[in-house]
């Protein structure tokens, strides 16, 4: 018994390590410059929102973030659309050829996008989609829908198959079943794979600086790392744009935790 | 009403229907980019784009000090990656045995690693930064500043660190579903019999989670190969002199920056080996292992 409060002290320090950053980040936004170069360590003295508000305003960072948010919208979209269909199938029905489709999706769940990005970006080009918002989009669902099929799947196959017989005999098609039994039935998965998802699509940033080069194109994540140049001697106008961008996230968090925990869990034990 | 041998017709082709748009999206942007890019590998750049030129850019690559530091640096990390997964394991333990403040714990070790590694990145370029906390920290310990980023010998290390930082919250989720899966029954009588934890340990716990173990062991290594980018990009841009360079950075820089995509590809192609038997030496290992306990 004694041994679990000892490890208690180590553990509430390593927390500690965890959460400092983000408060140092947060107390170095509300400064002013002039506070920073004092003082970067006590605390913030009349917390100051203004700096928040340059971030918003003079880097673009509302422009950034209207970009993100259409892009993982629509991916989002996309990928539980399409990623719950194919899991319905590849998951509870056994047709010629599911088992080898099941296995190719998890082959691709492992091809890195590092090894396509240079082909991706010519196919891209070819297609017309370089540099616009339809090609990010699909980018990305190309890029997580096998996670997506994969989750779906093994939660479809829980499903006890009597379920989607009875709803045959009742004269539903295949389609009818998908829409009516197997979407509201998968709803807590999607939920799962729909943060995830939105948190992998919105924290990129190595597709979004591949397929989108123009300036006007950025995505939230890039316009942070286009922060540092422009506010290398005004640090707590860079802190305010990296804690704008933090936030969303942070909210999701809070609000998901056991949805994106429970999307991860089940991401792993059902391997 | 179509007649019935129609409608049959169309209810066996309907699984295919309904598996069809993502086949074609995986296949059309991710299995076809695979097979383009092994091909690219072979053909030349710039004045020779399109004609075949054999291993030529195996050769330059291997000929590259930057590339041939990039894979030191992969040798580094693989080296390193029993720490980044004994951490969550470990920690993971201590929650699973409800030290005081699990709750707690849980819930503030996994927040970091739903924030981007760019934001992750800048943050800690504040905190590393000369006159910076980190340092400040070492400063009241009496040791002097360390050039946390600027460092040759250091750079590297600073940069996993903040990845595994932003990243052990979701092998510490991994590891508490793999305990989930435990007997606790199993627990209790090794309580009872008065084990302490290091037997526990070797006896109960890691012959019981063998297979999330394994799980972490090749997700901690994809993420280590892969999902280093947005650090580098925001903390060192593969600096100083080139010491944090990754073979996912060279990439980078080979094709949006120096426009070489063949050069590129023959580093994607190498990446890609690289992972393919890391990934399968692991597995092995870990099965051996597995086996003696």
Redesign the interface.
Known sequence: MRARWLASIPMAALALVTIYPLVFTTNVALKTRREYVLDRFSPAGSPRPDNLATAWTSVGMGGYFATSLIVVTCAVALLLWLGSMAGFALGSLRFRGSRALYLGCLAALFIPFQVIMVPLARTMTTLGLIDTRPGLVLAYVAQFLPFTIFLMASYYAHVPPEIVDAARIDGNTLFGVYRRIMLPIGTPALISAGILDALFCWNDVLIALLLMPSAENRTLMVGVTSLRGQYSDDIPTFAAGVLIAAVPVLIVYLFFQRHIAEGVAAGSTKG | MPPAGRRLR??RL??????A???L??V???????A??VN?SFTGDGERDGTAVGLDNYATLFDDPLFLGALRNVGLLVLLLPVAVAIPGL?AT?IY?????HR??R??????A??????AG??????LAF???AN?LLGTVGLGPVDWLGDPDVALFAVVGVHV?ATFG?AL??F???F??LDPSLLDAARIDGAA?PRLLRHVIVPGLTR?IQ??FV?TM?GL??SM??LL??MTGGGPGGATYL??YY??IQ??QLDR?AL??AA??V??LV?VVV?LLQISLLRRSGRVD
Request: charged fraction near 5%.
């Open positions: 169309a209810e309907a699984p295919y229907a309904l598996v748009p993502a086949v999206v995986v059309a942007l991710r299995l076809y980019p695979l383009l890019g690219f920690l201590f045995l409800r030290v005081p403040g707690l714990f819930g503030v070790y996994f927040f970091p739903v924030l981007s590694p760019v934001i800048a943050i800690f370029n504040l905190l006159d910076g906390p400040a930082w979701m989720v991994v508490l579903a793999g989930a899966t934890l999330t799980f972490v997700t994809i190969l892969t980018f947005g990009y925001v073979p996912e990439i980078w094709q949006g995509p590129a590809s994607s192609t990446l890609f992972m990934g």
